[in-house]
T-cell receptor, first 115, second 118 residues
Framework: DGGITQSPKYLFRKEGQNVTLSCEQN?????MYWYRQDPGQGLRLIYY???????QKGDIAEGYSVSREKKESFPLTVTSAQKNPTAFYLC??????????????FGSGTRLTVV | AQKITQTQPGMFVQEKEAVTLDCTYD???????LFWYKQPSSGEMIFLIY??????QNATEGRYSLNFQKARKSANLVISASQLGDSAMYFC???????????????FGTGTRLTIIP
C-alpha cells in the first residue's frame, strides 16, 4: 500500500544536538511538507518542496533545515539553533488539484523531546 | 494573508446527537480548498471531507457534511448521530496554490477538541 513513513516514532534529543527526522513516501507525489504541532494547537508549516532539489521556507523555518535529493524522501533536521524543539512533527505529501485523487497524505508523526 | 479560525476550543456532546464544529476562513484568492481532519490521541491525521471553492453543492461523506457558506466565509463541519469514537481533535484547513506546478499548501486552524458523552 502507498503511504508516508516517518521514523522514528519517538526521538529524544540532548541540548545542543542536531537530529534528523525521516520522511519517505511511495505515492509518487511531487509536493512534500513538514508541519510542527505543539500540544493543544494546530499544525504550523516548517518547510515545503514541490520538486527535487527545490524547497521553500514555511511560517516557522528558523532552526530547521531540509533536503530533497530524491522525490521519495524529504528529511527534516532540527538544529541546535531551534530553541524549543519539543513537539510533534508531521510530514505530508500531495498532488495538484485536478490531477486525480486530490488530497494530502500524512505520515504517523515523530514525537521529539529534548532531554 | 490567509487565515483559518476555529473559535470552539472544546465541545461536549451527548452520544447520538448531531454536532456542528465552526470554521471561518479569510483569503482573497478565488480558488481554494477547505478540508476537515480528525486527529485522535494517536496523532494521525484522518481526512474527513473536502470542499472546493467552486463546488456548488455542500460536500458530504457518510455522517459528515460540510456547511459551506461562501459569502460568510464559513465552512462548518456537521457530524450527524455522534458516536463515542468521534471523540478527538478536529482541524479545519484551507489549501491555497503556491506554485506554477499547481501544488497547494495547507493552513490549519487551532482545532476543536470534541468529547462525546455516553
Amino acid at each position: 500500500d502507498g503511504g508516508i513513513t516517518q521514523s522514528p516514532k519517538y526521538l529524544f534529543r540532548k541540548e545542543g544536538q542536531n537530529v534528523t527526522l525521516s520522511c519517505e513516501q511511495n505515492l509518487n507525489h511531487d509536493a512534500m511538507y513538514w508541519y510542527r504541532q505543539d500540544p493543544g494547537q494546530g499544525l504550523r508549516l516548517i518547510y515545503y518542496s514541490q520538486i527535487v532539489n527545490d524547497f521553500q521556507k514555511g511560517d516557522i523555518a528558523e532552526g530547521y533545515s531540509v533536503s530533497r535529493e530524491k522525490k521519495e524522501s524529504f528529511p527534516l533536521t532540527v538544529t541546535s539553533a531551534q530553541k524549543n524543539p519539543t513537539a510533534f512533527y508531521l510530514c505530508a505529501s500531495s498532488i495538484p488539484r485536478g490531477t486525480g485523487a486530490y488530497g494530502y497524505t500524512f505520515g504517523s508523526g515523530t514525537r521529539l523531546t529534548v532531554v | 494573508a490567509q487565515k483559518i479560525t476555529q473559535t470552539q476550543p472544546g465541545m461536549f456532546v451527548q452520544e447520538k446527537e448531531a454536532v456542528t464544529l465552526d470554521c471561518t476562513y479569510d483569503t482573497s484568492d478565488p480558488s481554494y480548498g477547505l478540508f476537515w481532519y480528525k486527529q485522535p490521541s494517536s496523532g494521525e491525521m484522518i481526512f474527513l471531507i473536502y470542499q472546493g471553492s467552486y463546488d456548488q453543492q455542500n460536500a458530504t461523506e457518510g455522517r459528515y457534511s460540510l456547511n459551506f457558506q461562501k459569502a460568510r466565509k464559513s465552512a462548518n463541519l456537521v457530524i450527524s448521530a455522534s458516536q463515542l469514537g468521534d471523540s478527538a481533535m478536529y482541524f479545519c484547513a484551507m489549501s491555497l496554490k503556491w506554485s506554477n506546478f499547481g501544488n497547494e499548501k495547507l493552513t490549519f486552524g487551532t482545532g476543536t477538541r470534541l468529547t462525546i458523552i455516553p
